[in-house]
């Protein structure tokens, strides 16, 4: 297609009227082919304050599950209701999604929805289209989204925010720490503030609450730079696979999470006066992924994920939050993306990824409100494995063969979150987003931390002698034994990776060993029990969990003594 017919389809798009048309494509134009996708947009009727518009979008790539068309409005069209797709506008964004039973979008394949909307003065056809953040109606088309008007102009915000800043110390972390034996060795070292739960913004039971930690992390920064990092963790059904962290929000109450805990967030983080701090959130730890690991038909699903898959609202509730706290230029979104012994695996890193997109690009997100993803988040994956390799081979067999990396095509975190960066740049996020990956608790160092490799004597014994990594297997995340603090935090550690980082605080529990009755909404996961046998998602090990754990979120002295013996660097 010449450059000539691409603008002329370009141009064809802004055609306006009361049976207004967004044409679509030219018949028969030879190189057809290359254009990704068509949207033929088409006013069908229209009055003094209202309109109806059909639109089908005609999928020429590769077969789609799910899909999302978007566009955005130069007047002021408002859609009132629609049909055939899940339609949200956020100013003058528009996001068609796919409803449940129209998901399936074969390559040459189209489909059709419709709604009603209002305007006043012209009501112009849009001029852009994309789908699934790709440009439809021109040719290579590239990854893009609308513009986001209440997106801080390009520039405003720096390119790794750990770059030359010191980052926040709570003070109520690090008098827990301070007072273990041998806790001011790291009591001064930065951690994350975790909001997991609407009583945390203000602070419940005399503990300090949003505002406060802001009015801190001013004091701390002085004349510097200072970065103040805040967990955002309270969507509605959260963590569906694990009991332990079960949060106060039903399944459905997607629009308390918005009105009660997001949209406060978001007024305070935009505060004027808290302007001057690089405020990095991490975005709803322990959710996308179980929404492709933990559903139906897999032997892993629990009826909780199925049912958020089905509801939409942990996609919902992420993309809704990545656009209320991206509107403040000096908020830095990274996504949760599991870890590599969760996502590693070929049928979970590419669906994963597209899942990420989808949310990224939900309740009026785009991409340019995420400044990067974490990997690792309160979780003990080994940052390296020095002693093995994903291409090494022993007696004939690939360490992809070994019980212990079971085909998974990463054996430690940074492999995976670099990997991971590089499939998340190919759809359409910006090529200069960061990782963080949370090192607080896989140092696995002590007296059993491996020297060398393993012996050859067969693949199993070969990873398992030279492993880092202690666990009984890669899915055992609560409160392990031999667990230890990791590198401690740093910027820029690894190309394409912001930060090593403390978001667990170290000595926070998982969960409890036992039932305990909380006004938390935190129930008993057996995986915290160290007596429990295991379940498909570890394949049947043992839990490895310390015991007499309290509730998660609750110090345990236990585990923070643990995890100081055992920590790799050592303590000094």
Same mark, same amino acid.
């Not at 031999?482 to 910027?491: C, D, F, I, N």
């Given at each position: 297609?010449s450059?000539?017919?691409?603008a002329?389809?370009?141009?064809?798009?802004?055609?306006?009227?009361?049976t207004? #048309?967004?044409?679509? +494509? *030219? =018949?028969?134009?030879?190189?057809?082919?290359a /254009?990704? %996708?068509? @949207? &033929?947009?088409?006013?069908?009727?229209?009055?003094?304050?209202?309109?109806?518009?059909?639109?089908?979008?005609?999928?020429?790539?590769?077969?789609?599950?799910?899909?999302?068309?978007?566009?955005?409005?130069?007047?002021?069209?408002?859609?009132?209701?629609?049909?055939?797709?899940?339609?949200?506008?956020s100013g003058?964004?528009v996001?068609?999604?796919?409803?449940s039973?129209?998901?399936?979008?074969?390559?040459g394949?189209?489909a059709?929805?419709?709604?009603q909307?209002?305007? #006043?003065?012209?009501? +112009? *056809? =849009?001029?852009t289209?994309?789908?699934?953040? /790709?440009? %439809?109606? @021109? &040719?290579?088309?590239?990854?893009?989204?609308?513009?986001?008007?209440?997106?801080?102009?390009?520039?405003?915000?720096?390119?790794?925010p750990?770059?030359?800043?010191?980052?926040?110390?709570?003070?109520?972390?690090?008098?827990?720490?301070?007072?273990?034996?041998?806790?001011?060795?790291?009591?001064?070292?930065?951690?994350?503030?975790?909001?997991?739960?609407?009583?945390?913004?203000?602070?419940?039971?005399?503990?300090?609450?949003?505002?406060?930690?802001?009015?801190?992390?001013?004091?701390?920064?002085?004349?510097?730079?200072?970065?103040?990092?805040?967990?955002?963790y309270?969507?509605?059904?959260?963590d569906?696979?694990?009991?332990?962290s079960?949060?106060?929000?039903?399944?459905t109450e997607?629009d308390?999470?918005?009105?009660?805990?997001?949209?406060?967030?978001?007024?305070?983080?935009?505060?004027?006066?808290?302007?001057?701090?690089?405020?990095?959130?991490?975005?709803?730890?322990?959710?996308?992924?179980?929404?492709?690991?933990?559903?139906?038909?897999?032997a892993?699903?629990?009826?909780?994920?199925?049912?958020?898959?089905?509801n939409?609202?942990?996609?919902?509730?992420?993309?809704?939050?990545?656009?209320?706290?991206?509107?403040?230029?000096?908020?830095?979104?990274?996504?949760?993306?599991?870890?590599?012994?969760?996502?590693?695996?070929?049928?979970?890193?590419?669906?994963?990824?597209?899942?990420?997109?989808?949310?990224?690009?939900?309740?009026?997100?785009?991409?340019a409100?995420?400044?990067?993803?974490?990997?690792?988040?309160?979780?003990?994956?080994?940052?390296?494995?020095?002693?093995f390799?994903?291409?090494?081979?022993?007696?004939?067999?690939?360490?992809?063969?070994?019980?212990?990396?079971?085909?998974?095509?990463?054996?430690?975190?940074?492999?995976?979150?670099?990997?991971?960066?590089?499939?998340?740049?190919?759809?359409?996020?910006?090529?200069?987003?960061g990782?963080?990956?949370?090192?607080?608790?896989?140092?696995?160092?002590?007296?059993?931390?491996?020297?060398?490799?393993?012996?050859?004597?067969?693949?199993?014994?070969?990873?398992?002698?030279?492993?880092?990594?202690?666990?009984?297997?890669?899915?055992?995340?609560?409160?392990?034994?031999?667990?230890?603090?990791?590198?401690?935090?740093?910027?820029?550690?690894?190309?394409?990776?912001?930060?090593?980082?403390?978001?667990?605080?170290?000595?926070?529990?998982d969960?409890?060993?036992?039932?305990i009755?909380?006004?938390?909404?935190?129930?008993?996961?057996?995986?915290?029990?160290p007596?429990?046998?295991?379940?498909?998602?570890?394949?049947?090990?043992?839990s490895?969990?310390?015991?007499?754990?309290?509730?998660?979120?609750?110090?345990?002295?236990?585990?923070?003594?643990?995890?100081?013996?055992?920590?790799?660097?050592?303590?000094?």
């Amino acid at each position: 297609m010449s450059r000539t017919r691409t603008a002329l389809l370009a141009a064809m798009a802004l055609v306006a009227g009361a049976t207004g #048309s967004a044409i679509a +494509a *030219v =018949p028969g134009d030879a190189g057809a082919a290359a /254009v990704p %996708c068509t @949207v &033929d947009y088409t006013v069908q009727n229209q009055w003094n304050t209202g309109f109806t518009a059909s639109v089908t979008v005609t999928n020429h790539g590769a077969a789609k599950s799910s899909w999302a068309v978007k566009w955005s409005y130069a007047g002021n069209q408002k859609v009132t209701s629609g049909w055939n797709a899940r339609i949200t506008q956020s100013g003058a964004n528009v996001t068609a999604a796919n409803e449940s039973y129209n998901g399936t979008l074969a390559g040459g394949g189209s489909a059709t929805f419709g709604f009603q909307g209002t305007y #006043s003065g012209t009501n +112009a *056809v =849009p001029a852009t289209f994309t789908l699934d953040g /790709v440009t %439809c109606n @021109v &040719d290579s088309g590239g990854p893009t989204d609308p513009p986001d008007p209440t997106d801080p102009p390009p520039g405003d915000r720096v390119d790794n925010p750990y770059d030359g800043a010191k980052v926040y110390v709570n003070p109520e972390w690090s008098a827990n720490a301070a007072a273990e034996p041998g806790g001011s060795r790291i009591a001064n070292q930065p951690t994350g503030v975790w909001m997991d739960r609407i009583a945390a913004i203000e602070g419940p039971n005399g503990k300090m609450g949003l505002r406060d930690h802001l009015d801190e992390a001013l004091r701390q920064k002085g004349s510097g730079e200072l970065v103040f990092q805040v967990v955002i963790y309270n969507l509605p059904g959260r963590d569906c696979a694990a009991l332990a962290s079960n949060g106060e929000l039903g399944p459905t109450e997607i629009d308390r999470y918005k009105s009660e805990y997001i949209d406060p967030i978001a007024q305070i983080l935009s505060d004027p006066k808290y302007a001057s701090l690089r405020i990095v959130t991490v975005v709803e730890i322990d959710s996308l992924p179980n929404l492709v690991t933990n559903v139906s038909p897999r032997a892993t699903a629990t009826p909780n994920c199925d049912t958020m898959k089905a509801n939409g609202n942990y996609v919902k509730g992420v993309g809704y939050a990545l656009n209320k706290l991206g509107d403040a230029p000096n908020v830095y979104n990274y996504v949760d993306a599991g870890h590599h012994g969760w996502l590693g695996w070929d049928d979970n890193f590419g669906a994963s990824a597209q899942l990420f997109k989808q949310a990224s690009t939900a309740e009026g997100a785009t991409v340019a409100d995420v400044h990067g993803f974490i990997a690792n988040t309160a979780n003990y994956s080994a940052l390296k494995e020095d002693h093995f390799k994903i291409t090494d081979n022993v007696g004939g067999k690939s360490v992809r063969e070994s019980k212990w990396v079971s085909w998974n095509r990463y054996v430690d975190e940074l492999s995976y979150a670099q990997a991971l960066r590089q499939e998340l740049v190919s759809l359409g996020f910006d090529s200069k987003i960061g990782m963080l990956i949370d090192t607080s608790r896989n140092g696995w160092g002590g007296a059993n931390r491996p020297t060398g490799p393993g012996a050859t004597t067969d693949v199993d014994t070969y990873v398992d002698g030279g492993r880092y990594d202690r666990r009984y297997n890669t899915g055992n995340w609560c409160n392990q034994a031999g667990a230890g603090l990791g590198e401690r935090p740093q910027a820029s550690p690894e190309p394409g990776i912001d930060a090593y980082v403390w978001i667990k605080p170290p000595g926070e529990s998982d969960g409890a060993s036992r039932v305990i009755d909380n006004d938390e909404g935190k129930g008993f996961d057996r995986m915290c029990d160290p007596t429990y046998g295991g379940n498909p998602r570890n394949d049947n090990n043992m839990s490895g969990a310390l015991p007499n754990a309290p509730i998660s979120g609750h110090w345990f002295s236990a585990q923070f003594q643990e995890l100081m013996k055992n920590a790799y660097p050592p303590l000094s």
